[in-house]
Structure formats: C-alpha cells, structure tokens
C-alpha cells in the first residue's frame, strides 16, 4: 500500500510538467483573448500558404480572407493567393490533399462564433456567419505578427502560428463604442479609422451621437437650416472655464451619402450602426436653426459651453412631433439596423410648467403628477412613447439613456444605464433590456491617470476599465436581460483626431475583453503583456495616436 501510495504520488507531481511539455506559447498575444485554447505542438507557416475557402461564403467573408492573403503577401514576401476549389474541400482536407488556410461553413455555430485548428500542414477555421469569419481572420492576424498591420515588408520574420485549437464566441451579442461628434465634428475619415480599429477587436455596435446642443452633424433635406445654421457654433469654451472662449467658429455636418459611405464601411467590419437623434433635450442646436420647435419663439445661437440647457423642444406642440418624424422619416433608408437612439437624458422642464401648449397637452392627456413622478415627467413618456410608436411601425427598436425609466416606460424599449449601474439594475429587474455603460468604468472622456494627462475630468485607468464586470450583483432573471456593454467617448474636451484616438487607445482593448471574455478567462498579466508586446505595436503599424505608458 506504501508503495501504491508512493507511487500516486510521483504521477500527480509530475502531472504539471507534463500538461507543459510543448512547444507552443504558454499564453497568446491575443486581445480580446480566445475563451477556450488548447495548446499543441510544432506551428504551421503562413507566409506562402494558400487561403482554400469553401463554396457558399459569402462576399464579404472572401472579401476579409483576400484582405488577409494580401497582407500577407505584402509583408513575407512570399504569395498567397485564395482558392475556392470545386468538390468537397472537407474531404479533401480529411484526405491530407490541402494545405494552407482552409475557411469551412459550420452552420451548427452560434453567430459570431468561430474555431481556429491549427496543425503543421493546415490551419482550419470554422463559422456560420460573416462576423465569425471576420473574427477568426482578425485572430489570426494578431497570432502572426503585430507587422501584417504594417506597411512594410518584413522578411526577417517567419510567421508561424503555433499549433493549437481554438473555440471562440463572445460573452455578450452587443459589444458597443459610443461616439459624440456634436461638441466636436470629426471628419469621415476618422471615424472610419474608429470603425477600422472597432472591428479588430471585436466590437459590433457603433452607437453615432449625431445631435446635441453644440452641433447638429447629420444632413436633413426637408430642414436645411439644422446644417446650415445648427452644425456650426461661433466659438468653444476654453477648457472647463464658461467665461473664455477660442472665437473660432468650429462645426461641420455629415452629407447624407457620407452617412451611406460609413454605414456601408461598417458593415464590411460586421459593425450596426446605431444613429443617436437625441430628444426633447439637448436640442438647442435644432432650436437656433429653428426657434419655433420650443416653447417660444425667442432665437438663439448654437452654445458655446457645455452643460444642460433649460430650452427643449415643446411636446406640446404638435409641430414637434411633425418635425421630430420627418427627421427619423429621412433617416430611416441611412440607418437599416434594429436600433435607434432617442436620447432622453438631462431634460429639465422648467418651461414646459409655465408653457401654455404643453398645459394643455397635459390636461388633455390626463396626466397627473404623484409620488411616483410629476405631470411633466409623464409629459416626457409620451414623448418617448410617441417616438416608440413611430419607430416600431417601420421596424425599428429605440434605446434610451436611463433617464427614460423616470415616470412609466413602454415595453420593448431598451435602457441604456449611463448614471452608473442601479438604472441597469432597475430596468433588468422591470424585465426591459439593458445595455450597461456606467461613467465609472465606461466613459472614455474621462483622463488616463491622475497626472500627466491633457485637460479633463476623471481619471479612469485603463486597469479600472478591465475591472468591471457587467453582470455583477445581478441575479439570474435580470442577467438576461443584459445585451451588452458600451464604452462612451464625449467629446467636450476633445477638439481633434488625434486626442480622441489617444482617449480611445489602448483603454479600447481592455472593454473588449470586458465585452468578450468570460471572466474566467480575464487575466490582468495576460491581458497586460499581450496589449504591451503586441497590440502597441499594432497601433504603431496602422499610424494610431495612443497612451504609450503600461500604466
């Protein structure tokens, strides 16, 4: 029995360095890090390997394989074409007569799932769906080398993939980056290269704040003078300080066919696009263009500061609604997703108590104030529930800012928890859908660290960022209701591309793996060494501003 026991012993010790006798990496360089890896022997070499793709991708899937062969091409210097071959390439594959990359349809998977079995002689993926594809080759990419993001050719590298298996799928289906391009515009190029770095990590929701009231940023045909008027201001407030301004007339609009272009590069990166038009606050931009949409006619001019404003648009003016459903009317063929925003957040009704229309809109609803809210707060539900209404009749879902929950809210309509996490808990609790972006862990306007960084507010460390764990504190029923996560980027203190990439980056790669990751799976080190060693390097290739520092 001593000797059995002696015996037992000397295998479990060696168990540990057993499960490490391999050749292949112990952690991969991989943001947001796989779900599930196991690690193999030997590597299988790209530079020069055939992309074999099965008949039945589709378009766009070819369309990020070609872009991946091309790369590859370019920086090895060895050529790398894309195959279709005819007949069964699973067989083919099963019969050792491929080799390369070979992209086969698995229709069992769940959207957005991909698995990746690299050997020696072939590196196999497998999706049913474009964004699992995407995924998989946006893998791939970063098991390369940090150089297939870069404009040179590196023939001293050997680009080798270590052999391994991956099954991948993200923790959440909506993995969201919030953009304000109403404080300050940025042009289309930039957001696409926001779009551009969305996408390699594997974020799918790009929530556009269009409207507000700085800037008015999306053309409107049938009102002209929201862009002509509404898209610019005279001036900004310098810094915090609401009593210097720059005098430089700051603003821009996106053409209608600009807001096509994006949408439609977005949709190369498997990224919805998700148009903000924010109401009945945060309005005064549409106001100055159009004084009539208030509760008098007083005009305005686009504000020069930040804040909230007591002018809104008037609900009780049926000229509103006119106004607000030709807007969305015009909007509805740019914008072809499930969802769209309506705002609702800091919206005082200071003018709506003393404004004969809306008084009168009051009584003739029935409305009542109560413990529970006042008239005017329910004045506001009917301002969202009539956009609702409107939306859902051409197919469409709304989100708003968690403010909405005040008063009573209509089902179907999804809550975005912004004021930290209670308005998530509140609404999941109520069974309405959520999508948790609370300041302390989410808004990227906040400053990176306590010194060092340019004028703003905060800070939140990128380690704070990684921390949050969306689903915390929430019991089973309400996690179901939990869609998703978003980080938010206002743009207050952002006046220009490259600080609002430095705002971005790298804090970007810690929400996705938030966003992606189990959290069994989250690994500060990990995450760390990967963003330090490779994803900086990245950056550098592909020409990004970024917070160079590992703290």
């Known amino acids: 029995m001593k000797l059995f026991r002696t015996l037992i012993l000397t295998i479990l010790i060696a168990l540990p360095a057993a499960a490490g006798a391999k050749d292949g990496p112990e952690r991969l360089d991989v943001i947001p890090h796989p779900n599930s890896v196991e690690y193999g022997k030997g590597h299988f070499k790209a530079a020069g390997a055939i992309f074999n793709c099965e008949t039945g991708i589709d378009e766009r899937s070819l369309a990020a394989i070609r872009d991946f062969s091309e790369k590859m091409t370019y920086v090895s210097g060895y050529t790398s074409t894309v195959a279709v071959p005819g007949g069964s390439l699973r067989k083919a594959v099963e019969n050792g007569k491929i080799k390369g990359f070979v992209y086969l349809i698995e229709n069992a998977m769940e959207p957005e799932e991909y698995s990746i079995e690299v050997t020696g002689r072939n590196c196999i993926v497998r999706a049913a769906d ?21 404009e040179k050719v590196d023939p001293s590298q050997k ?16 993995r969201g980056l919030h953009l304000d391009c109403s404080r300050h515009f940025f042009p289309v190029e930039e957001v696409m290269r926001v779009l551009d770095i969305m996408a390699l990590y594997k974020l799918n929701r790009f929530h556009w704040h269009l409207t507000d009231d700085q800037g008015w940023r999306i053309e409107i045909k049938k009102y002209p003078r929201l862009t002509s008027v509404g898209a610019f201001r005279a001036g900004t407030m310098i ?14 609009y996106y053409t209608q066919d600009q ?4 949408v439609s590069h977005a949709a190369s990166l498997g990224i919805e696009v ?59 063929d740019l914008f072809p997703y499930e969802y769209y925003h309506i705002g609702g957040d800091e919206c005082p009704k200071t003018e709506w108590k003393d404004c004969p229309d809306c008084q009168a809109r009051i009584k003739a609803l029935g409305l009542k104030s109560d413990g529970h809210a006042s008239a005017e707060a329910y004045l506001q539900n009917y301002v969202t529930s009539r956009m609702q209404a409107f939306l859902e009749e051409h197919g469409h879902k709304i989100i708003g800012w968690d403010e909405i929950l005040e008063g009573e809210l209509e089902e179907g309509a999804t809550v975005m928890s912004w004021r930290g996490t209670a308005g998530g808990e509140k609404a999941s609790g109520m069974g ?87 959290p069994e799976v989250k690994e500060w080190e990990r995450f760390h060494s990967a963003l330090t060693g490779k994803s900086f390097r990245i950056f550098k290739n592909l020409g990004y501003n970024f917070r160079n520092k590992e703290n």
């Open 130 to 150: 474009f964004n699992g594809f995407l995924y998989a080759t946006q893998t791939l990419k970063q098991l390369v080398d940090a150089s297939v993001f870069g």
């Open 159 to 174: 680009f080798l993939i270590p052999c391994m298996k991956i099954s991948d799928k993200p923790r959440f289906a909506y």
């Open 239 to 252: 810094e915090g300080d609401k009593t210097r301004f720059d005098g430089v007339r700051h603003g821009g």
């Open 259 to 262: 807001i096509r272009e994006v």
């Open 274 to 332: 998700i148009p903000e038009i924010d109401l009945p606050g945060h309005m005064s931009a549409a106001i100055a263009a159009y004084p009539g949409l208030s509760c008098h006619d007083d005009p305005m001019e686009v504000p020069m500061t930040w804040g909230v404003f007591e002018r809104t648009l008037c609900p009780g003016k049926d000229a509103t609604f006119t106004f607000l459903e030709d807007v969305f009317t015009e909007i509805l």
């Open 432 to 518: 309405f859908d959520v999508i948790m972006t609370p300041v302390e862990y989410c808004y990227f306007d906040q400053i990176q660290a306590a010194e060092g960084e340019p004028f703003g507010y905060g800070p939140l460390t990128i380690e704070k960022v990684y921390s949050y764990n969306p689903l915390e504190g929430l019991d089973e029923g309400q996690q179901k209701h939990i869609l998703g996560v978003q980080a938010n980027l206002w743009s207050e203190y952002i006046p220009d591309s490259a600080h609002l990439e430095y705002m971005l980056l790298p804090r970007l790669c810690a929400m996705s793996e938030v966003q992606w990751c189990e």
